[in-house]
């Protein structure tokens, strides 16, 4: 599965990757071996002393003992995060569940600085980034991944794969930052913003919860039907209402 895995990240030599949460180095080790330049953040201080142990001998292996929610991203490239230069981060790591959502929102706020991102996620989340308008998944996490990357469910990890074996079902993901959008240009703060309102209650109407951001006429004139949930917009249709609220 490690093997999988890295051959679906793929890095070479020249490249610049950052690994979240290595742990003990499973992962670490096969990435390394590519000649990358590699950078880890691991939060926990009783991993460290291992992971130094193993690769920091390794030409381009760096470690920073941090919290990925608050580390600054930008400061491991050179340039500017207005201006960054031709080399951006290739971002990996196995996801614990309670950071993974955060986690995934601050990356994408830096995402003119990363080339692509591959998770392991629990399946749940997954399902979440990939799901398709219409469905129970589809909501404000797969909304704004999708806004700023192409996502693709890449394969599952059984629990196999495992020592111990969770109880829960994961899978690999890759987020790719959009180069052409296919969507619209609008403010992503603000149709993040617009996405949380309209999905605060997921049983109620557009009319109620959007009822402070843009009224029913409104949104009739974009062709949005105000008694409809807000699952079954399709993420054109938020990139209108938000273009509309920001005119």
């Known amino acids: 599965m490690i093997d999988r895995i890295t051959a679906?990240?793929?890095?070479?030599?020249?490249?610049?990757?950052?690994?979240?949460?290595p742990g003990q180095g499973a992962l670490t080790a096969?990435?390394?071996?590519?000649?990358?330049?590699?950078?880890?953040?691991?939060?926990?201080?009783?991993?460290?002393?291992?992971l130094l142990a193993s690769f920091s001998l390794r030409p381009g292996f760096r470690l920073y003992g941090a919290?990925?929610?608050?580390?600054?991203?930008?400061?491991?490239?050179?340039?500017?995060?207005?201006?960054?230069?031709?080399?951006q981060l290739r971002v990996v790591g196995n996801l614990p569940y309670n950071i993974s959502t955060p986690l995934i929102?601050?990356?994408?706020?830096?995402?003119?600085?990363?080339?692509?991102?591959?998770?392991?996620?629990?399946?749940?989340?997954?399902?979440?980034?990939?799901?398709?308008?219409?469905?129970k998944n589809w909501g404000r996490l797969?909304?704004?991944?999708?806004?700023?990357?192409?996502?693709?469910?890449?394969?599952?990890v059984p629990p196999y794969a495992f020592n111990p074996?969770?109880?829960?079902?994961?899978?690999?993901?890759?987020?790719?930052?959009?180069?052409?959008?296919?969507?619209?240009?609008?403010?992503?703060?603000?149709l993040r913003k617009l996405v949380k309102a309209a999905f605060a209650h997921r049983r109620k109407t557009l009319r109620n919860n959007l009822k402070d951001i843009?009224?029913?006429?409104?949104?009739?004139?974009?062709g949005v039907d105000p008694g409809a949930r807000a699952e079954t917009l399709e993420l054109n249709q938020f990139i209108a209402i938000t273009n509309a609220i920001h005119v």
């Open 214 to 222: 843009i009224d029913s006429k409104q949104l009739e004139a974009l």
């Open 165 to 190: 074996q969770p109880k829960v079902q994961s899978a690999i993901v890759r987020l790719t930052p959009w180069t052409d959008s296919p969507w619209p240009d609008c403010s992503a703060p603000l």
């Open 105 to 135: 929102f601050k990356l994408l706020d830096n995402s003119a600085i990363i080339q692509d991102m591959h998770f392991m996620l629990q399946l749940e989340v997954v399902e979440r980034l990939a799901a398709a308008p219409g469905s």
């Open 67 to 87: 919290d990925a929610l608050n580390f600054d991203f930008s400061s491991l490239i050179s340039g500017t995060p207005a201006e960054p230069d031709d080399q």
């Open 142 to 156: 797969g909304i704004m991944a999708q806004y700023q990357c192409q996502v693709e469910h890449l394969f599952d």
């Open 8 to 21: 679906s990240i793929y890095p070479k030599p020249e490249e610049h990757l950052v690994e979240i949460g």
């Open 30 to 50: 096969s990435l390394i071996d590519s000649g990358c330049q590699l950078d880890v953040v691991e939060l926990d201080r009783d991993l460290i002393p291992g």
